[in-house]
Structure formats: C-alpha cells, structure tokens
C-alpha cells in the first residue's frame, strides 16, 4: 500500500507544532496502519490497539444515545494517547507526554484530522476515476457450462460398456 506523501507531511507537521507528542498513526477501522510518524513505538500495535478502544467506545457513545463517536481521550500516569475518527472507516491516534497541553493537542490534532480526511478523500477519488471499468454482463450467458456426469450415477449397463470399450 502506498501512502499519500502529503499525509506523512501533515503528520510531519502535527509533531512540529505539538513538541510533547511521541507518536501519531493514522490506522483503519480494522486496525491497519494506514501512514505513521511514530518514534520507539510500535505502529501496528498502536494501530490495532486503537481500532479494539475505537469500536468499544463507539458502542458506549451509542448505548447512552449521544451520536457518532469523534474522539476518545486515555490519560495515563505518563500522558495521554487520543484517537479521533478520521471518517468513517479511519482514526488518527496520538501519544502525547503528560506534560502536554491537551487543548492545544485537540486543536492541533482535530485540524490534522479535517486536513487528513481531505486528503483521502482526493486520494479515493483519484484512484476510482483510474481504475478501469469491467463490464457487466446483462444477459445469460450465450455459451452453456459443460456438463459432466459422474461415473457412480450412470446406470450399470453404461458403465460396464464404457470400462469394456
């Protein structure tokens, strides 16, 4: 999979602006990582740890009625790590030190997201107006399947001719 520079870029510059930030991975719903800007931690767990928080905290947000999840704030003794839903199907998580500004991690972060979302947006519309369009075939099709009779359903009379002749 190839990963749109600009998206390494806005990751690139969400780190430059937020200085206690760690890492950031940007994932699919099913845990994937789709780009990442990670330093001595490990994307894919990061990436399948956050898909797992994603789906549970969507269900919460949907239990008490309160709509469409968009972000979702751990706070550890060391600092905090935050997912926002970057469309539907993705998540931008970041790792910040906890001595972070979480306001200005939101700002930042949530701007990185709408940018994000943009750009793969684009990308997707990109790559539907590359790919070919196949043919649908609208009829029954004009040639029959080949039609094999196996040897255990014939009638005895047949088979003992078949294996003599």
Known sequence: MTVDPAVLDELGRLRSRVPELSGSV??????LVVAHDSHGIEPDT?????AAHLALARRFAHAVNHGDLRESVV???????????????ALLTVVTSGDANLAMVHLEARRCVRRIVKLMALETAQQQRLRPEIPQQTGPSSIPLARRTPMATLPNASRRRTAAG
Do not use: K, R
């Open 46 to 50: 990061l990436a399948a740890l956050a």
């Open 75 to 89: 706070e550890c003794d060391g600092g905090y790590i935050t997912s926002y839903t970057a469309g539907p199907n």
């Open 26 to 31: 940007l994932a699919t719903a099913d845990g």
